[in-house]
């Protein structure tokens, strides 16, 4: 990978790491559950509230993960390799999956592996 293209991976990767952190913060800033005193779909919607926020906080917490090993992928030279294969994973991928480990192919095949598994 070309001086050139490392550096455009890594500031694409550090803007979406830094989106993903922006969003963190906002999720920690959901209001807790309501007391016991309020009505209960009042209670019943603020204990949703808090579960969807969880669930939103996993998943992004998650996306930060794959972004940091990304950007170490970057700084090892392993960026936009495919982790199967070894092929280039196509630059079209990695614009709209920048933390993609496998190129088109290997992910659909790994894909089909899970759905088969769950079976």
């Known amino acids: ?11 694409l990767l550090k803007r979406e790491l830094d989106a993903v ?5 906002a999720e920690a800033e959901v209001p807790k559950a ?12 603020s204990v949703q509230n808090q579960e969807l926020a969880g ?24 960026y936009g390799i495919c982790v199967e ?5 196509p630059s079209k991928r990695l614009v709209a999956v ?3 480990t496998t190129c088109l ?3 659909q095949r790994l894909e089909r592996t899970r ?4 079976r």
Do not use: F, W, Y
Not at 55 to 78: K, P
């Open 1 to 11: 990978m070309s001086l050139e293209r490392t550096d455009g991976a890594r500031r």
């Open 21 to 25: 952190a922006t969003r963190l913060r």
């Open 34 to 45: 309501a007391s016991l005193a309020g009505d209960s779909l009042n209670i019943a919607q």
């Open 55 to 78: 669930l939103n906080a996993q998943r992004l917490s998650e996306r930060a993960r794959r972004l940091r090993i990304a950007l170490s992928r970057v700084s090892d030279g392993e």
């Open 85 to 89: 294969c070894g092929d280039s994973i």
């Open 98 to 100: 920048p933390d993609a």
């Open 105 to 107: 192919g290997c992910q």
């Open 115 to 118: 759905l088969a598994d769950c």
